[in-house]
């Protein structure tokens, strides 16, 4: 039997509490996710259980039991607060997926401070724009990325201290920087762990918006009532559980789900630090006997397009549940993944601002492949009119996917920018700015978003800010940047280029700004194909048609061009 039983009848006699009483936790009470995931799992009786097996490359390997990860964590949140951070200072976590990124999570939250992760192959803009928003007070990073942070650091007077967790005594320190040594630190057995109250501020994670700089999603504490229930139902992830959750913890699938739904269930759980292949990630499998995976779409296809002979080579019967989230995931990668491992992957829907999941095919409900499911109990969804904001009632009819706000995990506001937080209500709902359809027995069928977001293998991308960097190239005079179509990736970045006078428009320059928005931005951001042309369309005020040039490379209908300037 599965965790959530059945779907039907939980919805019926849903409430949040559910989830309270399973935690313990009552209204007004301290709620401290550092605490949660670690010193309460050992108060259990499961010390010694393995919280965390970590791979990285080359085969090396790390175990560390609850008691370990807690002793971790309240270590470096004594360094950190020896270095005088405080409650809700921001500190940004700036790691590829080694144990202290997850060690150190835990240490931010224990000590009230609120964990800013960012993905690590940022560039030192992508970072300067976040840590300048957040006025962050210390990053925690390593040697190979501090090159980053040293670009850009007389531009952050806030950000007093540059943590390198890897230094091997040998190159100088720069001003701010300094060595924390997780295994040459004292273990800290005690430590006061901060009384953080169910609305202070846990995760800030960024995201990125059609227009303007990526926005601060504030998460709260009382977020574990989410994650932990939605982790349990969703997941189905219970004691004898081995876990694996691919997504990097700079997303929030990372966090939420990769961090702390798990632990807060004592659930040991696998991290792969060693990239992508289809072999690398079915030996892991394998090795660690696997029973509960979360991925991508992106993912699963690169899977698919590495064929089913390489799944024959591996033992791959411990899978028992298997999850996607992030971008539409086909019906074709359902039904592989059902020949080939014997298991359909469940579609889960949600954003970063909702930090929970909110619409999702359950262990034991019909599934309907290519659809994203029904709302989880306790979530109100709709799809809304696009012109008049109310339900639609007909089935199969287009909206716009909307919440009803209220859920514990919801985003509280975007850090110093309550007006955009504002603007995402209407009518009393929660705009996520996707739409969809839901047919007649109540599944949600997901369309495409509402804006001009990228969305590359399941990360977004603005395209203004890849336009933004594109202008600070020194041959660039003007661009537009929308998605293409992709086989493996869905979507990926494509650039239209007017260059300045006397640059060449050949391989060459092609590959000059290919690069430049590479390491500025990241690999994710990186145009895959530049377009050079004369002109690009305009309306008549003067904004460029993105609509258009996205319209054409997608080959659809170009609708409406009646305030375009050259008619
Ligand atoms: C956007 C949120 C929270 C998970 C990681 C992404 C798209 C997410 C699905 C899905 C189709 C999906 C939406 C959403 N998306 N899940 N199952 N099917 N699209 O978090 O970076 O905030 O992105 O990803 O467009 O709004 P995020």
Redesign the pocket.
């Known amino acids: 039997m599965s965790n959530i039983g059945t779907y039907d009848e939980r919805r019926k006699n849903f409430d949040w509490s559910i989830s309270e009483e399973e935690l313990e936790y009552k209204p007004e009470n301290v709620i401290n996710i550092g605490w949660y995931c670690s010193d309460r799992i050992c108060q259990m009786g499961k010390a010694d259980k393995l919280a965390l097996i970590w791979e990285g490359f080359g085969g090396r390997e790390k175990k560390y039991s609850y008691n370990d990860i807690r002793l971790a964590s309240n270590t470096i949140g004594d360094f950190l607060q020896k270095c005088g951070i405080k409650s809700e200072d921001r500190v940004c976590i700036f790691l590829d997926r080694i144990p202290e990124l997850y060690l150190g999570f835990l240490g931010i939250l224990k000590i009230g401070a609120i964990a800013q992760p960012l993905f690590s192959a940022f560039g030192d803009e992508s970072l300067l724009v976040r840590l300048e928003n957040a006025e962050t007070s210390a990053i925690i990073t390593q040697r190979k990325h501090v090159g980053k942070v040293r670009k850009i650091i007389d531009k952050l007077p806030h950000l007093k201290h540059v943590i390198i967790v890897d230094h091997d005594g040998k190159k100088p320190l720069k001003e701010r920087e300094m060595v924390f040594s997780l295994e040459e630190a004292e273990p800290v057995e005690n430590l006061k762990i901060y009384p953080t109250k169910a609305e202070s501020a846990s995760v800030l994670?960024y995201?990125?918006g059609t227009t303007g700089l990526p926005k601060g999603?504030k998460h709260v504490h009382y977020s574990l009532i989410g994650q932990y229930l939605t982790a349990k139902w969703v997941l189905d992830i219970s004691d004898d559980d081995i876990y694996w959750c691919t997504?990097d913890p700079g997303?929030?699938?990372g966090t939420?789900y990769g961090i702390i739904g798990p632990w807060s269930l004592g659930v040991t759980q696998c991290v792969l630090d060693a990239g992508f292949s289809a072999d690398a990630w079915y030996r892991f499998i394998e090795k660690h006997k696997v029973t509960v995976w979360y991925s991508?779409?992106t993912a699963i296809r690169s899977l698919m397009k590495a064929g089913d002979e390489v799944v024959k080579k591996y033992d791959l019967s411990s899978l028992r549940h298997l999850v996607?989230?992030?971008?539409?995931?086909n019906a074709e990668a359902v039904v592989w993944s059902e020949k080939v491992f014997g298991r359909p992957f469940h579609?889960?829907?949600?954003?970063?601002?909702?930090g929970a999941?909110m619409?999702s095919n359950y262990p034991g409900m019909k599934i309907k492949p290519g659809s994203?499911g029904k709302p989880f109990p306790g979530i109100e969804a709709t799809i809304l009119d696009p012109e008049t904001y109310n339900p639609i009632s007909q089935p199969g009819r287009i909206g716009l996917i909307a919440f009803k706000p209220g859920w514990p995990s919801m985003m509280r506001t975007y850090w110093k920018n309550e007006e955009t937080y504002k603007s995402k209500f209407v009518n009393g709902w929660y705009l996520?700015?996707?739409r969809a359809n839901i047919d007649k027995d109540g599944y949600f069928w997901?369309i495409?978003?509402d804006d001009d977001?990228i969305?590359t293998g399941?990360?977004?991308v603005s395209p203004f800010e890849v336009e933004s960097a594109l202008l600070e190239h020194e041959a660039v005079a003007e661009s537009a940047v929308v998605s293409k179509p992709d086989e493996v990736n869905m979507e990926v970045v494509k650039a239209f280029v007017v260059l300045h006078p006397g640059h060449e428009p050949d391989d060459d320059m092609e590959l000059n700004i290919m690069n430049f928005i590479r390491k500025r931005l990241s690999p994710l951001a990186m145009p895959q194909e530049i377009e050079y042309v004369e002109s690009l369309p305009k309306t008549r005020s003067g904004k460029i048609m993105r609509r258009l040039l996205h319209a054409k490379e997608w080959g659809e209908e170009i609708g409406d061009t009646s305030t375009l300037e050259d008619e």
Request: charged content about 15%; aromatic content about 10%; overall charge negative.
């Open positions: 994670h995201t990125s999603v997504a997303w929030v699938t939420s991508a779409p996607s989230v992030g971008e539409p995931l579609d889960s829907y949600w954003q970063t601002e909702t999941i619409i994203m996520s700015g996707d997901f495409g978003r977001v969305n399941g990360h977004l």
